[in-house]
């Protein structure tokens, strides 16, 4: 079982909805991250967060908006999608942002744009 | 140019025998960790193994061993006794610095690995 917990694994929404997915690790890790995965493509950095604060913003449009409300947690808002957004979503831990080892991922989730 | 490359898209193996995925890196820096990860049709990454540039020796973790050459900057994965439960895409990654880049993961582009009775 995996020690970052992703929820929801699967959503659907329409291109007007606003949603959000959420991400909890229980290991004391102060490094959180989310990663976008399109089929059969290798996961692309979306954001850092170190130590509850925004690190690293890799040029994502706005209408994806992070928030980390605590160490354990870390919510993705999603607003006004566009069908090339569907993709799995995937979030990480690590020790902190300037650690040598790996990072460990969730199951993520599958987000689907109508 | 690519920092980390994965040039066998597809790879097939008989249940039992040994494998080996390859991966080549680029970096001017002297310090970078490299790391493997599995991930099944069901999507989660999972961490195999890791080797830490200034390591002496190879990693290796149960069935996972990192056949490391730093000379050639490759770092080969070898999964040894193949079970049908290793059919998954692999993907190599590198992060390079210790704390001035960060925890920051480059990745290959996967190798699918396809486990046969």
């Known amino acids: 079982d995996t020690e970052v917990t992703q929820t929801p694994k699967h959503l659907v929404m329409g291109m007007t909805n606003k949603k959000s997915l959420k991400c909890e690790q229980h290991m004391g890790h102060r490094a959180m991250y989310w990663y976008k995965q399109k089929a059969k493509k290798p996961p692309e950095l979306m954001f850092v967060y170190s130590y509850e604060k925004l690190s690293i913003n890799e040029s994502v449009p706005s209408r994806f908006s992070p928030e980390c409300p605590n160490s354990s947690l870390l919510n993705l808002h999603l607003h006004a999608l566009q069908p090339e957004d569907s993709a799995l979503y995937l979030c990480?831990?690590?020790?902190?942002?300037?650690?040598?080892?790996?990072?460990?991922f969730g199951d993520g989730t599958r987000l689907s744009i109508l | 140019a690519q920092k980390i490359t994965q040039t066998q898209p597809g790879m097939f193996v008989q249940e039992k025998e040994a494998v080996t995925l390859d991966c080549t890196y680029d970096t001017s820096d002297p310090s970078y960790g490299l790391f493997w990860y599995k991930q099944p049709s069901s999507g989660e990454m999972i961490f195999l193994i890791y080797q830490g540039s200034y390591d002496q020796q190879n990693a290796t973790e149960g069935r996972y061993s990192l056949n490391f050459q730093k000379a050639r900057k490759s770092a080969n994965l070898v999964i040894s006794a193949s079970q049908l439960g290793d059919s998954a895409m692999y993907f190599c990654a590198m992060r390079e610095g210790l704390t001035g880049g960060g925890n920051k993961l480059t990745f290959g582009t996967g190798t699918q690995l396809k486990v046969e009775l």
């Open positions: 990480a831990s690590s020790q902190d942002f300037g650690y040598v080892g790996p990072q460990h």
